[in-house]
């Protein structure tokens, strides 16, 4: 049974085997938690995207790749690409489910047992903030699991942290 945590402040202070960061298709950073985490983490996370991007040509959108960790205290990150809220017109909902699915799918492939998810799109990509926790929580859920022991859920702001206490709570 996966052990599932909240908590309210900087992801980028986790001390967990992998964290997941919401980049863009370029892979080249950005602003929110993705410039965060490449600011603290250092340029090695860079080149390493720079090296994916080379390879594939970046990342699509719902879809995730790893990194190593840079400066960060874990072992790896990994980087999902976040639909843009536009009403659901381009599949959005399932868009984000496949973060979270990808996500978990890669920690598993790299036996990684502690992993800390941001609220995926609903900073820069104006996701709605209840609809994406719900679909959170639910993916990681049903994820079946044989490696990942622990999911941390890091809100960056009340709203998203009270949402997710709450659906928590009432055990959804
Ligand atoms: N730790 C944890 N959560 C954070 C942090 C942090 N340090 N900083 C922000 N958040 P966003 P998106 C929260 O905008 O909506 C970037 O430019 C924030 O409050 O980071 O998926 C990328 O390059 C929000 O709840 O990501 C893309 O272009 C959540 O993280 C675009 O933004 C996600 O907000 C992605 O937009």
Redesign the pocket.
Known sequence: MVKIELIK????NLEVEVIVN???TSLL?????????HRKGGKQILYECIEIRNRQGGCKTGEAVITSGGNLPVKKIIHTV?P?WNDNKSDEVNKLKSCYQNSLRLAEENKLTSIAF??????????P?DKAAEIAINEVKRFETVFINKVVF????DE?FDLYKMLLDFGF
Request: glycine share 24%; net charge neutral.
């Open positions: 402040g900087d992801i980028t919401a980049a863009n950073g950005g602003g929110g938690v993705d410039g965060a985490i976040g843009r941001p609220n995926i799109s609903t900073g820069i990509y104006k996701f903030k890091v809100c960056f702001d998203n």
